[in-house]
Nanobody, 116 residues
Framework: QVQLVESGGGLVQPGGSLRLSCTASGIAFSLYVMAWYRQAPEKQRELVAHISSGGITTNYAGAVKGRFTISRDNPKSTVYLQMSSLKPEDTAVYYC?????????WGQGTQVTVSS
């Protein structure tokens, strides 16, 4: 049984930081590309960042580039999203996703709220 479990969300003031974690089980983690998505109320889910299976290549959405950093620890089967200089518009449910050709898996999401 495949499970992706996110943690680290919460309430933070504008300009603050949070680190999200997503730990996978039931898959050969190091073979999967990992990604973070987010979905704000009444908006479509959007890609935030993704990282190659070996952790060498990363890509970011324009809205978060320079503020967010994705990383992974393959022996721990965990992917991280370090978020800095948070803005109210970063408020959303954040999901991690593991994927490779022919299959993908999602976590249940963790809420991030940026508000004063």
């Amino acid at each position: 049984q495949v499970q992706l479990v996110e943690s680290g969300g919460g309430l933070v003031q504008p300009g603050g930081s949070l680190r999200l974690s997503c730990t996978a089980s039931g898959i050969a983690f190091s073979l999967y590309v990992m990604a973070w998505y987010r979905q704000a109320p009444e908006k479509q889910r959007e890609l935030v960042a993704h990282i190659s299976s070996g952790g060498i290549t990363t890509n970011y959405a324009g809205a978060v580039k320079g503020r967010f950093t994705i990383s992974r620890d393959n022996p721990k089967s965990t992917v991280y999203l370090q978020m800095s200089s948070l803005k109210p518009e970063d408020t959303a449910v954040y999901y991690c996703k593991a994927f490779r050709i022919g299959e993908d898996y999602w976590g249940q999401g963790t809420q991030v709220t940026v508000s004063s």
